[in-house]
């Protein structure tokens, strides 16, 4: 596993987790939540119960920047916590994610 790991620093996800928690507050974000709606599966969600996903991992060299951030239900963020990537990626195809543009 180090390998994904070699490139980023302990001290740069530091930085972004603190940028992500800016853009926590922002009102940006409460409008992305007020859509109650998960990116990923495109269930409805309570806004309280959004949580604040990286698209791209801050482990792998993702971001906090609004294009790599979205609201995701519980559900998906723990799986896309413990999946490999390919494994979320399945998932993805699964809920038909990469027809449906809409919700991209
Ligand atoms: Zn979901």
């Known amino acids: 596993m180090e390998r ?14 603190q940028k992500a928690r800016l853009l926590k507050n922002s009102s940006w974000w ?5 859509k109650r709606r998960c990116y990923y599966c495109g269930k409805e969600v309570p806004e309280n119960e959004l949580t604040m996903d990286h698209v791209i991992p801050l482990i792998r060299g993702g971001k906090s ?28 195809q699964s809920l038909n994610f990469f027809d449906s543009e809409a919700i991209l």
Not at 30 to 34: L, M
Not at 76 to 91: F, S
Request: positive net charge; contains cysteine; glycine residues 0%.
């Open 30 to 34: 409460r409008k992305k939540i007020s």
């Open 65 to 92: 920047v609004k294009s790599n951030i979205v609201p995701a239900c519980k559900e998906c963020n723990t799986k896309k916590k413990y999946m490999l990537p390919i494994e979320w990626d399945q998932y993805l």
């Open 4 to 17: 994904f790991i070699s490139h980023v620093t302990q001290k740069e996800i530091k930085t972004e987790k």
